[in-house]
């Protein structure tokens, strides 16, 4: 029998809307989430947990109250829990998030940048 | 402050060495490890958990009792707990694994192949 690998490039291409997380794994509770963003998100964090970014194409600035981040093609970031930040992007990025299932985009802030959670494609 | 982004490419620059993996960043209680390898591994599972593999460079084979799944770069694998399996790749291949710390590369194989653990990068 022939398993098929996922493969980020066609998970990519099934959908264009940005802001909005999408399931594609899971490894035990945590789920692998592509993302496309660009522009501003909203300042946040996850009290409950550490979250892991890694940058598949385009450059991402994660900004920290004290500095930033930034992020490009092929690198990984993790954000410690607890720790207050706010993704931006000049361009268009495609980026993948690895984090416990359950977890909002936004953590506790809520508002309109709150995306469903749990989306598979 | 500029928080440093973890380059993958710069990692595997670091070291040559086959079959033994480097952590290079945790996340809550899981480690990202940067592997390279080339020819056949041993038969093994990890009762206790899921193991992710996510090819950076080449095509890594996974060999099951019942078939195979093939996974080039860009493609990411999640090897379910319990499921024997056997990787093997006829050209170096640099994979990126996640899973929870403390999994040994051979499960409860022992042997050989069983590298250090915990051996960061």
Chains 1, 2 share one sequence.
Not at 34 to 59: C, M, N, Q, R, S
């Amino acid at each position: 029998m022939a398993y098929k690998a996922i493969s980020l490039k066609e998970k990519y291409s099934l959908f264009t809307k940005q802001w909005a997380p999408k399931v594609i794994a899971e490894m035990n509770d945590y789920q692998f989430k592509l993302v496309k963003l660009v522009g501003d998100f909203v300042w946040h964090d996850h009290p409950e947990t550490d979250e892991a970014f890694l940058v598949i194409e385009g450059t991402l600035r994660i900004d920290f109250t004290d500095g930033a981040a930034v992020i490009g093609p092929g690198e990984l970031y993790i954000v410690p829990k607890g720790v207050r930040h706010k993704p931006y992007a000049e361009n268009e990025v495609k980026l993948m998030l690895i984090e416990p299932r359950g977890v909002l985009n936004t953590g506790n802030e809520g508002g309109l940048r709150t995306a469903q959670n749990d989306v598979w494609i």
